[in-house]
C-alpha cells in the first residue's frame, strides 16, 4: 500500500541548517505539505504546495521535491523549531486518498 | 479569526456509535472541503475522511480502516461538519481533529485543538 517515509528523529545544532525528508510514490504527482506538532497541541500548517508558507511561519522554513522525495529545511534553526513534522500529500492509488508520514522528531542541541 | 472546534468525544464501549461535530466560524464554510484527522496515543497523524464543498459534489472519501464504519456528512445552514462513527473498535482509540482543507492545493490549513474519543469496555 501506499504509504510516506519520514525518519523518526533527526537533530540540529542551534543556528545551523536541518532538512527533514518524506519519501513515496504519491510524490511523484503530488506536493506534500508538512505540518508541525509540539507537545500536547494540534497541529499547524507550515509548508504547502511548491514552497509557500503558510501564514505566520518565518522565512528560514521552506520545502523542495525531487522525484519521489520532498524535503522540509530549517535555515539556522531556533529553540522554538523543536517539534514533530508531518509530511502529507494526496495519494491517488490504494486504499488512502490523503496520507500522512509517520513523523520526525526534531531536537534543537 | 478563523476557527475550528471539535466536540462530542468521549468513552464509548466497543461496537456503540458515536458521533462528532466539528463547528466552525470565521470564513465561509459552504465554499471549503472539510477534513477529519486522527492520532492515537503516542502515535502519529492518521487521515480519516473528508468531504468536498457542494459546488463540487460534497463527495466524501475515507480511509480503509474506517470505511462502511464512519460517514462524514455536512450541514452548511450550521457552518458544522460531522462525524458519525459506527461499530466503534479499541483501535479507533484517538484524539479526533477537524481541519479545513486549502482553497489551494490539498493541505488542511485551519486545525481544531481535538477531541478525544477513548473506546473501551
Known amino acids: 500500500s501506499s504509504e510516506l517515509t519520514q525518519d523518526p528523529a533527526v537533530s540540529v545544532a542551534l543556528g545551523q541548517t536541518v532538512r527533514i525528508t518524506c519519501q513515496g510514490d504519491?510524490?511523484?504527482?503530488?506536493?506534500a505539505s508538512w505540518y508541525r506538532q509540539k507537545p500536547g497541541q494540534a497541529p499547524i500548517l507550515v509548508i504547502y504546495?511548491?514552497?509557500n508558507r503558510a501564514s505566520g511561519i518565518p522565512d528560514r522554513f521552506s520545502s523542495s521535491k525531487s522525484g519521489n522525495t520532498a524535503s522540509l529545511t530549517i535555515t539556522g534553526a531556533q529553540a522554538e523549531d523543536e517539534a514533530d513534522y508531518y509530511c502529507n500529500s494526496r495519494d491517488s492509488s490504494g486504499d488512502h486518498p490523503h496520507l500522512f508520514g509517520a513523523g520526525t522528531k526534531l531536537t534543537v542541541l | 479569526e478563523m476557527q475550528v472546534e471539535e466536540s462530542g468525544g468521549g468513552l464509548v464501549q466497543p461496537g456503540r456509535p458515536l458521533r462528532l461535530s466539528c463547528t466552525t466560524s470565521?470564513?465561509?464554510?459552504?465554499?471549503?472541503?472539510m477534513s477529519w484527522v486522527r492520532q492515537a496515543p503516542g502515535k502519529g497523524l492518521e487521515w480519516v475522511s473528508l468531504i468536498r464543498s457542494k459546488f463540487y459534489g460534497g463527495t466524501t472519501e475515507y480511509a480503509a480502516s474506517v470505511k462502511d464504519r464512519f460517514t462524514i456528512s455536512r450541514d452548511d445552514s450550521k457552518r458544522i461538519a460531522y462525524l458519525q462513527m459506527n461499530s466503534l473498535k479499541s483501535e479507533d482509540t484517538a484524539v479526533y481533529y477537524c481541519a479545513r482543507k486549502s482553497a489551494w492545493g490539498d493541505a488542511f490549513d485551519i486545525w481544531g485543538q481535538g477531541t478525544m474519543v477513548t473506546v473501551s469496555s
Open positions: 504546495g511548491k514552497n
Open positions: 504519491s510524490l511523484r504527482n503530488y506536493y
Open positions: 470565521g470564513f465561509t464554510f459552504g465554499d471549503y472541503a
